[in-house]
T-cell receptor
Framework: AQSVAQPEDQVNVAEGNPLTVKCTYS??????LFWYVQYPNRGLQFLLK??????LVKGSYGFEAEFNKSQTSFHLKKPSALVSDSALYFC????????????FGKGNQVVVIP | DTAVSQTPKYLVTQMGNDKSIKCEQN?????MYWYKQDSKKFLKIMFS???????INETVPNRFSPKSPDKAHLNLHINSLELGDSAVYFC???????????????FGEGSRLTVL
């Protein structure tokens, strides 16, 4: 079964500095990889996904993520963090074939310090 | 226009009561889900329906019963509520279930259930 590890509980970063949220995955075969963001008292919002093609994918709000097959990683990055990026970030993976069962990581709280 | 809407947003009730949460999506998706988010923010899938057919049924007490009258609606009924049922319940939808579509999920805003 597919699974996701988000090793850090909280990521603190100063406003304007680069932001990285780590994610590693385990899945049989090729993966579909996703990042979602959850603001307080809100539902999850889709940020970006990797399906195939270029390993660097760009998403909403200036975020990007790099797929690394050899390291089974899909880290989320933003060159310059904003205070408004403070939220809970979830990485998710599903297998290329099969039912649409997404495996979510435990989430990372990102705190951007002004 | 709200893509995935669920009601009520907040629900406070006593142990032993029965309650329902409703969900509707206007995205034209054919697959809908219920997720439970606990106090530690862990997300756990409960059920998934594709075109009104149950396709995912995780280990959930049978006090929880989903119902999909059509592919745009997925309701969740909970009988004999227990303290441990307190959580935020999210409805979501996606297009397709097979590998031929990318299937990112679109979530509702959540229904916070508090059982006293």
């Amino acid at each position: 079964a597919q699974s996701v590890a988000q090793p850090e509980d909280q990521v603190n970063v100063a406003e304007g500095n680069p932001l990285t949220v780590k994610c590693t995955y385990s899945v049989s075969g090729n993966p579909y990889l996703f990042w979602y963001v959850q603001y307080p008292n809100r539902g999850l919002q889709f940020l970006l996904k990797y399906i195939t093609g270029d390993n660097l994918v760009k998403g909403s709000y200036g975020f990007e993520a790099e797929f690394n097959k050899s390291q089974t990683s899909f880290h989320l990055k933003k060159p310059s963090a904003l205070v408004s990026d403070s939220a809970l970030y979830f990485c998710a993976v599903r297998a290329l074939y099969g039912n649409n069962r997404l495996a979510f990581g435990k989430g990372n709280q990102v705190v951007v310090i002004p | 226009d709200t893509a995935v809407s669920q009601t009520p947003k907040y629900l406070v009730t006593q142990m032993g009561n029965d309650k329902s949460i409703k969900c509707e999506q206007n995205l034209g998706h054919d697959t809908m889900y219920w997720y439970k988010q606990d106090s530690k923010k862990f997300l756990k899938i409960m059920f998934s329906y594709n075109n009104k057919e149950l396709i995912i049924n995780e280990t959930v007490p049978n006090r929880f019963s989903p119902k999909s009258p059509d592919k745009a609606h997925l309701n969740l009924h909970i009988n004999s509520l227990e303290l441990g049922d307190s959580a935020v319940y999210f409805c979501a939808s996606s297009l397709g279930t097979s590998g031929s579509v990318t299937g990112e999920l679109f979530f509702g805003e959540g229904s916070r259930l508090t059982v006293l």
